[in-house]
């Protein structure tokens, strides 16, 4: 997977470079663009423009974010492995935060991605649900015209209406090819950790809504540096200890597809720097020009 996200980078870069541009993979753009984005070409993108035109079309609300599916059975067992990975989400969405600056400012967040991206309808933690409950809402969110259709519910953990995976959307696009492994590694290492609690029918934690919301509210503002908030403890404690946790919840899945020294290593690698976020504010504070960020990521985007 490593060798082919590079190949696509490598021909993306040079495409781009016969363009007179940089690649740069981040969640957010760092410069404003010389003009508004245009719209997809499609009458379903259309559509959306014309219901949440406050959302579209402006120079905010420009995200870019990392999904990651995970092979399943079925709607059903997407859901169980869901239900049973929601506590887990916020501490992936901190180690994955990479947009600290949005259109020429510092916005005061690791992950303004996630705060720009919540604004859409549909954008949140999943619900605790089976397959008949999970039909029986997804029907009324889209015949009650709160979203268009099925492919906009945008949890950060849903069954994908066009593949049989489980899709993990909480994470931002990273420059560093190595932070996107470790993430992947991670989601199919606590995937593979939690299906003989799916398999054996243990009933998932039920976690607050609000200690939850608040969890990845932390995330998103934190990354990796200072506190996190755990959603089943519902204590403060550093982000990086949450992270540890992660990673060995993670374990037995980890080895069982010979991943656990590549992930340590990985993550150790990740600790010391501080996360994309950090990274990206230590490129800004040497001239405190948003140029050296959008180099710094272009450099790291082409290194893959």
Do not use: K
């Amino acid at each position: 997977m490593r060798s082919e996200l590079a190949l696509l980078r490598r021909v993306m870069a040079e495409a781009a470079a016969g363009e007179g541009c940089l690649l740069v993979a981040t969640g957010t753009p760092a410069v404003p663009p010389g003009r508004p984005p245009t719209v997809t070409p499609g009458e379903r993108y259309e559509r959306m423009a014309a219901r949440w035109s406050s959302l579209v079309g402006g120079y905010d609300g420009m995200v870019c974010g990392c999904h990651i599916h995970v092979g399943v059975t079925g709607h059903a067992q997407a859901l169980a492995l869901a239900n049973h990975m929601r506590p887990w989400l916020p501490t992936l969405q901190a180690i994955a935060a990479n947009s600290p600056f949005s259109l020429g400012r510092d916005t005061g967040w690791a992950s303004h991605r996630s705060v720009e991206w919540a604004r859409w309808p549909g954008v949140g933690p999943a619900p605790l649900l089976d397959e008949v409950g999970y039909e029986r809402l997804a029907g009324h969110l889209v015949r009650s015209g709160t979203l268009l259709d099925r492919r906009m519910i945008y949890w950060h953990a849903r069954p994908s209406e066009h593949v049989p995976t489980l899709e993990i959307r909480v994470c931002d696009v990273n420059a560093d090819l190595d932070v996107v492994v470790l993430l992947t590694a991670l989601v199919r290492g606590l995937a593979t950790a939690l299906l003989p609690d799916v398999d054996n029918g243990r009933p998932p934690l039920a976690l607050p809504d609000g200690c939850l919301h608040a969890a990845h509210a932390h995330a998103a503002h934190r990354g990796l540096i200072g506190e996190g908030l755990d959603p089943v403890r519902g204590e403060h404690v550093p982000a990086v200890l949450l992270a540890e946790r992660l990673l060995e919840r993670a374990a037995p899945g980890l080895a069982a597809t010979g991943d656990l020294d590549l992930v340590a290593e990985l993550f150790d690698r990740l600790r010391r720097s501080g996360g994309g976020a950090a990274r990206q504010r230590a490129a800004h504070v040497r001239r405190g020009r948003l140029t050296d960020v959008v180099g710094e990521l272009a450099r790291t985007t082409a290194a893959a």
